[in-house]
């Protein structure tokens, strides 16, 4: 019954259908991928350029789209104990993104800008997609694999494959290279369907965006004439005057002044 439902989703559900999904496919499939402690220390390691050989020193705690991974701490006292720093990390495999590395700042969303208020948190981003952080994909196995998946994706859309099109064929390529080969067979419809609510998602968030901008000109422009009409009455000029000089229809000019 679970099957069919996906299938049925898959074919006919709208976008906000997908999008509530992507959440727990692509957390399914981190989780699948990281399911291994062995390629938890990987990547621990490769992060930190540290060296730990046993796994069952690292402690996991593991959220909706997030995993939490430290060294375990056996310090106790009366004294204040010293905590483990925080990192903060995005790996992030889009278009968007040139640089190998970028970090970002919650004070940067502050009306006052980056470095004020009472509470800062920094976040490096860090690009994983092909010919980015190589030193990285390296050390860690697993996550190297991953990008070679999204990798092959992104290259069969630029040859103009469709969005499925692309999926599929990407996922044979690296079952055929052994990519991943063992939870692909295993598990390649949920990966298949992961993959095309991701993909349909940037495709939103792109068109959110454009409709966003649209919007946002549109508004500027708006406010633009509204001043321009203010400035006009103020000096005296009619109706007809001030629809002649912005080249707009009198009704137009009319609805600005009512406001």
């Known amino acids: 019954m679970r099957k069919r439902n996906v299938k049925q989703w898959y074919r006919h559900g709208d976008w906000w259908r997908r999008l509530r999904l992507n959440r727990r496919y692509k957390d399914v499939l981190f989780r699948r991928l990281f399911r291994e402690e062995q390629d938890l220390l990987d990547l621990y390691n490769a992060l930190n350029g ?4 046993d796994p069952g020193e690292l402690e996991v705690v593991t959220m909706e789209d997030v995993i939490f991974m430290k060294m375990k701490n ?9 905590l483990p720093t925080p990192v903060y990390i995005v790996f992030y495999n889009g278009s968007g993104m040139q640089t190998d590395r970028l970090v970002l700042y919650l004070s940067d969303a ?3 800008g980056r470095g004020s208020g009472c509470l800062e948190c920094s976040c490096e981003v860090i690009n994983i997609n092909r010919g980015h952080n ?3 994909l390296e050390k860690c196995h697993r996550l190297w694999e991953y990008s070679e998946l999204t990798g092959e994706v992104e290259e069969n859309i630029v040859k103009g494959m469709s969005r499925e099109g692309a999926v599929h064929t990407a996922i044979e390529s690296c079952i055929e290279r052994g990519i991943l080969r063992e939870m692909l067979l295993a598990e390649k419809g949920e990966v298949v369907h992961m993959l095309l609510t991701e993909y349909d998602e940037k495709r939103h968030l792109r068109n959110t965006f454009e ?4 919007e946002g000109l549109e508004e500027g422009r708006e406010e633009k004439l509204r001043e321009l009409v203010h400035k006009k009455l103020s000096r005296g000029k009619s109706l007809i005057e001030i629809a002649e000089e912005l080249e707009e ?3 137009v000019i009319e609805q600005m002044i009512k406001r």
């Open 74 to 82: 056996d310090l106790y006292g009366k004294g204040r104990i010293g």
């Open 50 to 53: 540290s060296a730990y050989k």
């Open 211 to 214: 409709e966003g901008r649209k």
């Open 110 to 112: 502050y009306q006052t």
């Open 134 to 136: 190589q030193g990285l």
């Open 249 to 251: 229809e009198i009704s």
